[in-house]
C-alpha cells in the first residue's frame, strides 16, 4: 500500500480506494498538494470527500492506493502517528468547550507541560502566536461561550496552526454556516498560513469561497478525483459545469409537475430566524414537493429540525395543518399532522426490531383496541403498506437484514396510510445504489399525492422531482425555482 511519490509535492496520494459494504467510498482518489499551496477540494455530497480525508489523516484505512506525506510513504490507519509527522485536520464541527478559555481550546491535545502540569505562560504564547499567525487578536483568557461563531472558527483553525511541526493543514467546511463577511474574514486567515513550509487543502462547498483563495482547486465526484484546475481555469462557472459534467440525473427537472393538482397550504414558515437562518419565510401546499437546496451551514437541515418538532426558531413562526399548529416537539409534530423520513438510518433503525413494528411504530394509537395492539389490525396495515412501495423481506425479518435501500423504503412506507399534512423527507438516498436511488424518488413523489412534502437532497434529486426549490445561501432564501426553472446547474449556481 506504500508507493514512491512525487518529490516535488508535499502530499502526493495516487489510486486511494474504499468500500463500505457494496458501495464503493472512493474507487480512485487522487491528490497531489504541492508545497505553499492553498488548495481547493470541491464536490457534492457522498463523492467521497470525507473518506479521502479521514485516510490521509490516518482516521480511515484504505483498501487500495498509496500516499506519501513529505517524501515518505503515510501511516494508514494511525491518526497520531499522521499528526507527529505535520498533517493535521480541522473538522468541520466546531468542538469547543464553551467553560474553556481560548488559550485552553487553542493548545487542547498538545498542551506544553513543566514538570508533569501544564505550562500557562508558554500555552498562551502560543496560543497568541497562532492567532497572529491568522492576522487576529483575541482575550486568551476569554470564555469559549462569550465569542462569537467567526470567533470560535478562528480559534479551531488556530488549534490546528498551534501544532509546532504542522506541515499541512486540512481545513473542513471551515466557513460554513457564516455570514458572507465573517466568511470573508476566515478565507483571509486561511491565506495567512500558507508559508514556504506550510501547505494547506481548503474543503468547501461554497465555491465562491475556494476561487477567491485557492491557487489550485481538485473536483470530486462518486468517489474519483477527476479533474484539477488551475489559474485562469479556476471561476465558479466553470467549476458548476465540470461538477455537473457526465452526471446521471434520475429524471429530467419540470416533467410530469402540474400545479393544477395543488390543494391548500398545509406548512407555514413564516420570517423564521434561528442558528442558520435569516428570516426566512415560505408555505408548502398539499400534493406539492417543496425542494430545499443549500450546503452545509446554509438553514437546509434547519428547516428540516423546525418543521420536524426537533428544533425551535428564535423568532418567527412554524405552522403546521388547517389547526395551525407550532410543532414544539417530535411527538407533538407527529400528533400536529408532520411525518419525518431521515436518510440517516443508523439513528432511525432499532437493531433488535422487525420490520413490522418499524412500519407500524408511528401509528400504534390507530392499531391499539382497549389498550392493547391489534395483531390482526398491525399485520394488514404493515403488509398493505410493505406491498404498496415493493419493499423486498418479509415483515417478520430483522429491519437490519434489509439492504440500505429496502431499509429507506420501509421506513417510507410508515407514511402510505398513515395521514398526515406534511411529510419531511431528509437526504433519502444518502448510502443506496443508484437503482435503489431512482425507485426512492417516485416514491417520495408518489408520497406527495395527498399531502405536501418538503424534501431535503441534493441538487440532482431536487431537481428531479420537485415542484419547486427553496435555494438557500448563508441563511437566507436567494431564489425560488420552479421546476421547469431547477436544473441541477440552477440550483448548483444558486446555492454556491
Request: aromatic share 2%; charged share 25%.
Amino acid at each position: 500500500m506504500t508507493g514512491a511519490g512525487d518529490a516535488a509535492a508535499l502530499l502526493d496520494v495516487r489510486g486511494i480506494s474504499k468500500r463500505y459494504g457494496g458501495i464503493h467510498a472512493v474507487r480512485d482518489g487522487n491528490l497531489r498538494v504541492a508545497r505553499a499551496e492553498l488548495m481547493g477540494l470541491v464536490g457534492p455530497n457522498g463523492c467521497g470527500k470525507s473518506t479521502i480525508l479521514g485516510i490521509v489523516s490516518g482516521l480511515v484505512r484504505p483498501d487500495g492506493g498509496s500516499a506519501v506525506f513529505d517524501g515518505e510513504p503515510l501511516p494508514f490507519g494511525k491518526f497520531r502517528a499522521t499528526q507527529r509527522r505535520g498533517l493535521v485536520i480541522v473538522p468541520q464541527e466546531i468542538a469547543l468547550a464553551p467553560l474553556d478559555r481560548v488559550w485552553e481550546s487553542v493548545v487542547l491535545g498538545a498542551e506544553p507541560t513543566k514538570r508533569g502540569t501544564i505550562n500557562r505562560r508558554r500555552a498562551k504564547r502560543i496560543a497568541a502566536e497562532a492567532l497572529a499567525m491568522l492576522g487576529h487578536e483575541l482575550p486568551l483568557d476569554a470564555r469559549v461561550a462569550s465569542l462569537s461563531p467567526v470567533e470560535r472558527r478562528l480559534v479551531t483553525i488556530a488549534r490546528g496552526a498551534a501544532r509546532s511541526n504542522v506541515r499541512l493543514l486540512i481545513l473542513d467546511e471551515p466557513t460554513a454556516g457564516l455570514p458572507g463577511e465573517e466568511a470573508a474574514r476566515v478565507v483571509d486567515a486561511m491565506r495567512k498560513l500558507v508559508t514556504v513550509d506550510r501547505s494547506l487543502v481548503l474543503v468547501s462547498h461554497h465555491i465562491e469561497d475556494v476561487v477567491s483563495a485557492c491557487q489550485k482547486v481538485t473536483l470530486m465526484r462518486d468517489g474519483v478525483t477527476y479533474r484539477t484546475l488551475v489559474g485562469d481555469e479556476i471561476n465558479k462557472d466553470g467549476i458548476v459545469k465540470l461538477l455537473l459534467a457526465n452526471t446521471d440525473t434520475t429524471a429530467s427537472a419540470g416533467s410530469d409537475h402540474d400545479a393544477s393538482h395543488l390543494g391548500d397550504d398545509v406548512a407555514w414558515l413564516s420570517n423564521v430566524t434561528g442558528e442558520f437562518l435569516r428570516r426566512v419565510s415560505f408555505q408548502v401546499r398539499r400534493g406539492e414537493v417543496v425542494g430545499v437546496a443549500g450546503t452545509l451551514g446554509s438553514g437546509q437541515s434547519e428547516i428540516v429540525e423546525l418543521l420536524s418538532g426537533q428544533k425551535q426558531p428564535s423568532s418567527g413562526e412554524v405552522r403546521i395543518g388547517a389547526a395551525r399548529v407550532r410543532p414544539s416537539a417530535p411527538h407533538v409534530a407527529l400528533r400536529s399532522g408532520v411525518g419525518f423520513v431521515s436518510g440517516d438510518r443508523a439513528s432511525l433503525v432499532i437493531r433488535s426490531m422487525s420490520v413490522s413494528e418499524h412500519v407500524a411504530l408511528p401509528a400504534l394509537r390507530r392499531l391499539t383496541r382497549s389498550g392493547l395492539l391489534s395483531r390482526k389490525h398491525e399485520r394488514s396495515w404493515v403488509d398493505g403498506s410493505l406491498k404498496e412501495l415493493s419493499v423486498k423481506g418479509t415483515p417478520e425479518a430483522l429491519m437490519t437484514s434489509l439492504s440500505g435501500g429496502n431499509q429507506q423504503r420501509a421506513l417510507m412506507a410508515r407514511w402510505i396510510k398513515l395521514s398526515v399534512d406534511v411529510l419531511v423527507v431528509d437526504q433519502p438516498t444518502v448510502g443506496v445504489d443508484l437503482a435503489g436511488r431512482a425507485q426512492l424518488l417516485g416514491v417520495v413523489r408518489n408520497l406527495a399525492q395527498q399531502r405536501g412534502v418538503v424534501f431535503s437532497a441534493e441538487p440532482d434529486e431536487l431537481a428531479a422531482i420537485s415542484d419547486r426549490v427553496i435555494c438557500l445561501r448563508r441563511g437566507v432564501i436567494v431564489k425560488e425555482l420552479t421546476a421547469e426553472e431547477a436544473t441541477e446547474e440552477a440550483i448548483l449556481d444558486a446555492i454556491s
